[in-house]
Every structure is written in C-alpha cells, then in structure tokens.
C-alpha cells in the first residue's frame, strides 16, 4: 500500500478537518501494506450468531468513502447501510466475513464468540494484511498478524467504519430470512434484538432453537 501524502495545496481546509479525523490520513498514513479493518455486530442480541466483517481498502477509495459519510453503522439507516456497503465492496481490495454461532456464545460466551468471530473473518482474507484494526480493546487471541486495538474505532477508522457496515448489513439480511420461520419474535422489525414484542413473545412462547440460551432474557 502506497504512503497516503495527500497534496495540502490542493485540499480545501474543510477537507482536511475531516481527514485528520479518520487514522488512515493520520496515525497510520505511514504504514506500508494492506490494513485491514475488523468490527462486529449482533454483540448484544437474544438470537442469531454474533457476526464480524474484515475490510481492506486500497488508498484511492479512502476520500470517497469519507465524501459519502461513512460512519459507524449504527448511526446509519437501513437503506444507507446497504448503498454503503454496496460502495465497499466494489471498492474494497479484499472483504469477508465471519460468525460464531449460537451454540458456541453458548458454549464459550459472547465475548470471546464475538473475538471467534473476528478471527475468522480476519482469516478468510485472501489478502494478509500488515496490520489489522480491531475495534473495541480486546486483542484477538491467537492472531498470527500484527494488530491493535482501537476503543470506538468505527468512529475513528474507516476500514472499521467500513467493516462494521458490511458485518451489519450481512447480519440482518440473514435475520430477515430466518424471520419467516420465527415469525412470533418480530425478527424482521428488531434483526433478534430484545425489543418489548420480542421479550413478550419468549415469554409467551419460549426461546427457539436459534437463541442465544445463555442470555438472562432467553433462560424461561
């Protein structure tokens, strides 16, 4: 990967406000190779697996990204998400994703099902990264690549921002299908989050073969 040394005559100061907000313009515009982006969702959900995307972005797609607003996931809507990520991944030099499953958040909690996750998106890249942008503080255990830990990341990087985008809309497309099969848990409406109709129907009916039983909510 080419050194990011953006022309400062040519750059209008709004521009570069914005750029000094985002790491790739700043602490890691030095670094040398592929940076990948790491990030997860479905942390905090009562059903369906945990899910992370790995995103690598070549030099050339940071601006445009950044002129389109990307931002945490989150902070998006359903149908900017999807354009997002659309734009990712015909921009992106490599992207892929992972997840644990509910029997292994079961098995072996969330946390470290959500760093499982992480691992293996990280893994399926056909492209090594020199280093490896985690979002959260939790190192991935076990990683044979350099990595580090950024608190908010997706608020401060846009390979993160990028993969928490592309690990979200993977996520609850997957939730809206599986919503057809469960259609007593409003999944199509809360993507298995524990919304006020999703809590009264595990009470009413208790939890299905895809919920996380670990989880104080789904113990009926």
Same mark, same amino acid.
């Given at each position: 990967m080419a050194k990011l040394k953006p022309d400062r005559a040519s750059v209008d100061s709004p521009t570069l406000q914005q750029q000094?907000?985002?790491l790739e313009f700043s602490a890691f515009s030095d670094i040398c190779g592929p940076v990948a982006g790491v990030d997860e969702v479905g942390r905090g959900c009562l059903f369906g697996p945990?899910?992370?995307a790995a995103v690598i972005l070549p030099n050339d797609a940071l601006s445009a990204l950044m002129a389109a607003k990307i931002k945490d996931s989150k902070?998006? @809507? @359903? $149908?900017?998400? @999807? *354009?997002?990520?659309? !734009?990712i991944? $015909?921009?992106?030099?490599? =992207?892929?994703?992972?997840?644990?499953?509910v029997v292994e958040i079961d098995q072996i909690n969330i946390l470290q099902a959500t760093l499982l996750a992480m691992k293996r998106a990280v893994l399926k890249l056909?492209? *090594?990264?020199?280093? =490896?942008?985690?979002?959260?503080?939790? $190192?991935i255990n076990d990683l044979p690549l350099l990595q580090q830990t950024i608190v908010k990341g997706d608020e401060r990087s846009l390979a993160i921002a990028a993969a928490s985008i592309i690990a979200?809309?993977?996520r609850d497309e997957l939730i809206v299908r599986l919503a057809s099969k469960y259609p007593m848990y409003d999944l199509e409406q809360n993507k298995g989050y524990g919304s006020p109709k999703h809590l009264l129907a595990l009470q009413e009916h208790g939890p299905s073969?895809? !919920?996380r039983k670990s989880f104080r909510p789904c113990r009926i």
């Open positions: 000094a907000s985002w945990v899910v992370a902070k998006l @809507s @359903s $149908s900017r998400r @999807s *354009q997002l990520a659309q !734009h991944r $015909s921009a992106a030099i490599d =992207c892929t994703i992972g997840f644990a499953s056909k492209v *090594q990264p020199t280093l =490896c942008l985690i979002d959260g503080k939790q $190192s979200k809309v993977w073969p895809l !919920h």
